[in-house]
């Protein structure tokens, strides 16, 4: 059944991709991030063609990057339709390798899985494909916590340590701060002294206008890297936009109490008579023995009629 209404998988959510089920597939599974993929493609004025090529590595197969973006979201035999803003495309997905279960792979098999992870997430930030980037990194950290602590506990704090940098860098980069901010602070928690998480973390909350929070970071940072350049400029920034924040609200402040001043002038009629509804006396209710006096010379008239 075609749906067409469209699902935004753009990895900004701005809508720039839009992905319409053409027919639906015949499995569950989804398309492994490390393993091959078939995917029949065909766009407008050039027929079809089926293309074998691994996820991530889609320009050495001349596969573009919003139909690696739309094969992730794919399923076994699903035809879609996709939306993008210089050409469309039809695809179908014909077949892909699987994913080896993480049971079923040794502590070693597992780390080394997220070795060469990291480096393709690493390899997909640097020509910006940042939707991927996030999702090999992502794919890292579940990995990593699949792992038994007891095991490679240095190393797997390392890996965790650096996919979890990485994937704050990602969040800046795609502007999502808050989650940037998170990230770092998980990594604070175990190294507190990280300068990479206190300078990341302290870039995510200037732009979530948290001055004081990157203040506090960038002053910690100084103290265990006193020359690192960035991080100077960054407090200069921060501390010049909080001061004008400051200057702002004041300067809001003063309006509102002379606005508050000039209503309640208006309500005692110092600048002028308010309205003549304010002013108007309302009428004293007429007495009791004169509402009979009136009802008695009713009746009067009205007798002297018959």
């Known amino acids: 059944m075609l749906d067409w209404s469209g699902e935004d998988i753009s990895p900004d959510q701005n809508k720039s991709l839009r992905k319409s089920i053409i027919e639906e597939g015949s499995s569950r599974g989804k398309p492994c991030l490390t393993?091959?993929?078939?995917?029949?493609?065909?766009?407008?004025?050039?027929?079809?063609?089926?293309?074998?090529?691994?996820l991530g590595d889609g320009d050495s197969y001349g596969v573009p990057y919003p139909v690696e973006v739309c094969t992730l979201t794919m399923i076994r035999n699903e035809i879609c339709f996709l939306e993008t803003p210089h050409t469309d495309y039809t695809l179908k997905l014909l077949s892909f390798e699987k994913e080896?279960?993480?049971?079923?792979?040794?502590?070693?098999?597992?780390?080394g899985?997220?070795?060469?992870?990291?480096?393709r997430g690493n390899n997909a930030y640097k020509v910006n494909k940042l939707r991927l980037a996030k999702l090999y990194y992502e794919r890292c950290v579940s990995y990593v916590e699949s792992v038994v602590k007891s095991e490679q506990d240095e190393r797997c704090s390392?890996?965790?340590?650096?996919?979890?940098?990485?994937?704050?860098?990602v969040y800046l980069k795609i502007e999502d701060y808050t989650k940037a901010v998170a990230h770092c602070t998980t990594v604070l928690w175990t190294h507190p002294k990280c300068v990479k998480a206190l300078y990341r973390?302290?870039?995510?909350?200037?732009?979530?206008?948290?001055?004081?929070?990157?203040?506090?970071?960038?002053?910690?940072?100084?103290?265990?890297?006193?020359?690192?350049?960035?991080?100077r400029q960054l407090l200069q920034t921060v501390r010049s936009n909080k001061q004008d924040k400051a200057q702002k609200e004041a300067s809001n402040n003063e309006i509102c109490v002379s606005e508050r001043l000039k209503r309640?002038?208006?309500?005692?009629?110092?600048?002028?008579?308010?309205?003549?509804s304010v002013w108007m006396k309302r009428k004293k209710p007429a007495h009791p023995s004169l509402l009979l006096k009136r009802l008695m010379k009713c009746i009067k008239v009205l007798w002297k009629k018959k």
Request: aromatic residues 4%; contains cysteine; glycine residues 6%.
């Open 113 to 119: 899985s997220v070795e060469e992870l990291k480096q």
């Open 201 to 231: 973390r302290a870039v995510g909350n200037a732009k979530l206008c948290f001055h004081d929070e990157a203040i506090t970071d960038l002053t910690t940072l100084l103290v265990h890297d006193p020359e690192n350049k960035e991080a």
């Open 35 to 54: 393993g091959k993929c078939s995917l029949s493609i065909e766009s407008a004025g050039s027929p079809a063609k089926e293309i074998l090529f691994r």
């Open 158 to 169: 390392q890996l965790l340590t650096a996919c979890y940098l990485n994937l704050a860098q």
């Open 100 to 111: 080896k279960a993480l049971y079923k792979m040794t502590t070693e098999e597992v780390l």
């Open 264 to 276: 309640s002038t208006r309500k005692k009629g110092e600048n002028g008579p308010p309205q003549k």
